[in-house]
Each structure stands twice: as structure tokens, then as C-alpha cells.
């Protein structure tokens, strides 16, 4: 099997834990978007999309915190500066018990990224986006995330294991 068929696969997997619903998560993800919102001229205007993983995106309220990935082709340090500090002013708001996870991510210099491209490029190629209206941008990436992950056999099998430890969770959490 072509590690393109196994992601595949693996993706199709996890699909299920997608389709739950609860509500402390719910009103995690109702947050995030309100939050976000304040910036969402600004992060559409610079191209970045906001994804969800984890326990926002698998519906699980057992560590939730803010899964949360922002993507780009580019990133300045400037714009990164300024998405610490929003990122600080949500976790000010964060009721629950898990913190902010925030990731943010140049697609141009995920293989830069050493023993974390692999989880990076498991974000781009499996989370969900916290708003569906930018899935033409989403879509984008997720081609320039495959393209990598197709050039890359160390890289797919990493991202394939990352994938893998994923699915293993989700399966331990809903009692399978």
C-alpha cells in the first residue's frame, strides 16, 4: 500500500469520531469562533485559516483545550508576535481546564520544522477548520501539504505514525 493509500485510510478512520457531539465542546468551539472573529478581517486579508484538532475537532471533552492551528503560506514575526498576544488574551477567557495549544504554520517551511513537521503536517492534512467559508484557502494548503507529504517518505511515514497515535487515542477514549 503507497503511503498516499494509507493516509487515505487512516484519515477515513478517525472520520467517525468526527460525527460526535457534546456540548462543553460545543461552547469551546462557539468561543474560538467569537474570539477569532474580532481578527478574521485581518487573518482573511493575510490568508491564514484557522483549523481545529484534537478535542475540538473529535468532540471530546476530556483535555479541552484550544487545538488550535493557524496556517499560512508566509508568516512575518510580526504577525506571529501579534498572534501570542490574541492567543494570551483567549487563554484569559479559556473556562475550562486545558490551556491554549496554539500552532502557528508557514507551509512554506514545514521540512525547516525538524521533529515537529510531522505533527504539522498531520494538522494540515486532518483538521478541521473552525470556519467551513474559508475551505477554498484550506483546500490549497492541504494540496501544498500533500505535495510535501508525497516528496517526503520519511516525512509521510512520521506523519502516517502522528496520525496513527491519533486514531489509537480516539479509539482508548470512545471504549474501543
Excluded: C
Excluded at 467517525?16 to 468561543?31: C, D, F, G, I, N
Excluded at 501539504?145 to 506523519?159: K, P, Q, V
Amino acid at each position: 500500500m503507497s503511503v498516499e493509500q494509507e493516509l487515505i485510510e487512516v484519515l477515513g478512520q478517525l472520520a467517525p469520531y468526527k460525527q460526535r457531539h457534546h456540548s462543553e465542546v460545543a461552547k469551546a468551539r462557539k468561543l474560538l469562533m467569537k474570539e477569532f472573529g474580532k481578527i478574521r478581517k485581518w487573518l482573511d486579508a493575510n490568508s491564514y485559516i484557522i483549523t481545529i484538532h484534537g478535542s475540538l475537532q473529535y468532540w471530546d471533552p476530556h483535555n479541552l483545550d484550544a487545538d488550535v492551528a493557524i496556517i499560512s503560506n508566509t508568516m512575518s514575526h510580526e504577525h506571529m508576535k501579534y498572534l501570542w498576544d490574541f492567543e494570551n488574551k483567549i487563554d484569559d477567557k479559556w473556562p475550562w481546564k486545558g490551556k491554549g495549544d496554539y500552532t502557528e504554520m508557514e507551509l512554506t517551511k514545514i521540512n525547516e520544522e525538524g521533529e515537529y513537521a510531522d505533527l504539522l503536517l498531520s494538522f494540515v492534512l486532518s483538521s478541521d477548520l473552525l470556519w467551513k467559508n474559508q475551505a477554498s484557502v484550506f483546500q490549497e494548503y492541504q494540496r501544498i501539504a500533500l505535495n510535501i507529504f508525497s516528496s517526503d517518505n520519511t516525512l509521510a511515514i512520521a506523519t502516517l505514525t502522528t496520525l496513527y497515535d491519533t486514531l489509537k487515542i480516539r479509539k482508548e477514549r470512545a471504549g474501543v
